[in-house]
């Protein structure tokens, strides 16, 4: 009987097969290290506006709050408006073409399109006012954000990144007094976190852990 397949198809066949199996091997490693918060790539992501934080944050010392209103009492940061940056801008740089999607955006009454940097998906419950309450300072999840002369994403914001904070979360707060703070968290003692803990009611590392805390 005569095969359905000669010996250099089946060879080839089974070439492909492997082919396939090293790619999607490959695909799902490739992944889970761009996941990895110590290889998310350090690129800017284009804004209509290009802001620099070093500059207004790093080197003119602006606060945090001034743009984001919000960030302490809503569960959104809130980006800056247009009649936040013309607070500045309606007197410096006016004729600075880089500014122009401002004045235009003054003009028109249409928002700027600002693209989220840090944009969780849907299924994922977050509020920033509880954390920053909870004495989670800016840099834990922004990095050294004072540094960036253009914005880009410092930590991969996947879950296993969330539950390695949740899960020893004393060591992930300062007082309140620090929350703004770019220096980066101290070492702390056992009785530091342990106070720490009883003045924001932290709850248990089970709990925090939970499902139900982050996807609801």
Known sequence: M????SQPAVLGIKLALLALLLLGIATIALAKWRMDPAHVALEPIDQPI???HKHHVGDDGIDCRY?????EKSSFAGMPSTTICLTCHSQLYVDSPALAPLHE????????????VHDLPG??????DIHVNKGVACIECHGQIDQMPLTWRA?????????????????HVRPLSQVLSMEPQRP???????QLSRIYHLRDANALTNCSSCHR
């Open 2 to 5: 005569t095969p359905t397949f």
């Open 50 to 52: 290009r802001f620099s």
């Open 67 to 71: 743009c984001h209103t919000s960030v």
């Open 105 to 116: 955006s003054m003009r028109t009454g249409r928002p700027i399109a600002w693209t989220r």
């Open 123 to 128: 299924f994922a419950y977050f509020e920033h």
């Open 155 to 171: 930590s991969s914001l996947n879950m296993q990144w969330c539950l390695s904070c949740h899960r020893s979360a004393p060591k």
């Open 188 to 194: 702390m003692t056992e009785d530091e976190m342990r």
